[in-house]
């Protein structure tokens, strides 16, 4: 813990200003999503509708200095072109990695319930059989 009263202050602000500073990512991250979104389904009109308000928010988060201009401008040059292979029918597939972790999560969680209800099944198939085995035939007496 800083000693200096204006130590003090600057952990204040710089804990405020991240907080804002992770508030325009997030913002911005979010409109980037929605329209990768749109274009993995291959939606031209989604897309194109949401080009102007993805490039706004990238607009704003290098505006505030959360990300450097250079930057916002090669992201907003790769959305357009993202538009524009998907116009020219080019498959454009946008994915990020949260988005396919958690797809192949899902994919690795239905495999394996998938899995376990086999062996169920076998298990089961396995026990009638047993059972079965183990009932006197009607007819034989001892």
Known sequence: MANIKSAEKRVSVSATKKLQNQMVRSQMHTAVKKFNAAISEGDVETAKALLP?????????AKKGVIHKNAANHKKGQLAKAVSQLERGIVVVKVDAKTLKQAEQKAAAQRKAEEAATIKAQRNQAKKAKEAAKQPTPGKKK
Do not use: T
């Not at 308000?53 to 988060?61: F, Y």
């Open 53 to 61: 308000i993805a490039c706004s928010q990238v607009d704003k988060a």
